[in-house]
């Protein structure tokens, strides 16, 4: 669940948010969406393969953002998502 509040990686390490981690990361991604923390819960997810979890962040986006997506899996460009990589061995809180 760490890499949900990831900041960025190095080399085979997820660098996150010890404060973030810790207030948000026993979330759903329907809590995180109504928290306007729309990258996390479209992030979760896309981790958890949740495809109503991510319509319901794209409906929740769509409302507070200028621009209309069509798709959840536009989401995947907009907020940089990838699925998780098997070559994250492990996580440092900073």
Do not use: C, H, W
């Amino acid at each position: 669940m760490p890499l949900l509040i990831s900041a960025g990686f190095d080399g085979v390490y997820a660098i996150v948010d010890k404060r973030s981690r810790s207030r948000y990361g026993k979330l759903d991604a329907r809590s995180l969406a109504d928290k306007g923390l729309f990258r996390a819960a479209y992030r979760r997810t896309v981790f958890d393969g949740d495809a109503a979890g991510a319509d319901y962040v794209l409906e929740k986006f769509n409302a507070v953002s200028p621009l209309k997506y069509e798709k959840s899996a536009d989401l995947t460009r907009v907020f940089g998502v990838q699925p998780p990589s098997d070559d994250i061995t492990g996580v440092r809180a900073v």
